[in-house]
């Protein structure tokens, strides 16, 4: 990746563009081959890709032997607490990760609720005191005041909508529960979580019936979300 360190900075002079990488091996993401060229980049927006510009930057940055891609997507990751608690995430953006996806696995912060001591898996994620985020929209707002470095996209843990809604995690839901974990999850998708995540080889959602994830998955038919699955061993 292109560090925006080293370059020529014109200090208050009217420029073209804010940044100009200069001779960058590109990989743009489309699947095709890499190829060498220039890359502007105006407000938030690349505004020209070419193998030479002509044209001034307030930040003049030379790539040679540098490669500028967009930046990766993490799709499974359990950073749900930490991109509010660690926001500078140097982790990531130090490997090029912009985009982590969180709530994976069937445990989620955002939509939980917790009555007393956290169940495994879900403390992968932290104390009981961490999971203040009943909604979505209570989650998404902690992100925006926090401000992290990666955007963030919440898929909703099945194993936190059972501990919602039922007494015991390691018996099936009776209809009753699993309709109120539908109504949970159809709410959560309105306000923009990205779908349903389970974790179907831990003990607290291991004895949940097909038919118990076929009707919560109806709702993601609904609600033009995706699932995604930690499988049973």
């Known amino acids: ?35 060498r060229g220039d890359v502007a980049v105006k407000g938030d927006r690349i505004v020209e890709i070419a193998p030479t510009i002509l044209g001034s930057a307030q930040h003049d940055i030379d790539g040679t032997g ?19 608690r660690m926001p500078e995430y140097l982790p990531k953006i130090s490997q090029g990760v912009t985009t982590v996806i969180v709530g994976n696995c069937g445990i989620s912060a955002a939509a939980a609720r917790m009555k007393g001591e956290v169940p495994d898996p879900m403390n992968l994620l932290g104390e009981a005191g961490h999971f203040i985020y009943p909604t979505v929209d209570a989650y998404a707002e902690a992100v925006k005041e926090a401000r ?12 936190a909508l059972r501990n919602n809604h039922m007494d015991s995690l390691f018996r099936a839901a009776n209809d009753v529960e699993i309709q109120a974990m539908r109504e949970q999850l159809r709410l959560a998708l ?19 019936t097909t038919e118990e994830v076929m009707a919560l998955a109806q709702e993601l038919a609904a609600g033009n979300g995706i699932y995604t699955t930690h499988l049973r061993s």
């Open 190 to 208: 309105q306000q923009g979580a990205l779908g349903l995540s389970t974790g179907l080889a831990y003990a607290s959602a291991f004895q949940s």
């Open 1 to 35: 990746m292109v560090n925006f360190g080293p370059g020529n900075d014109r200090g208050n002079e009217e420029m073209q563009f804010d940044y100009l990488f200069r001779n960058v091996t590109v990989i743009d993401g489309s699947g095709g081959p890499q190829y």
């Open 148 to 159: 992290p470095a990666v955007n963030v996209g919440t898929l909703i843990g099945h194993t």
């Open 66 to 84: 540098r490669v500028l891609a967009p930046g990766f997507i993490d799709v499974h990751t359990h950073d749900d607490i930490n991109v509010i």
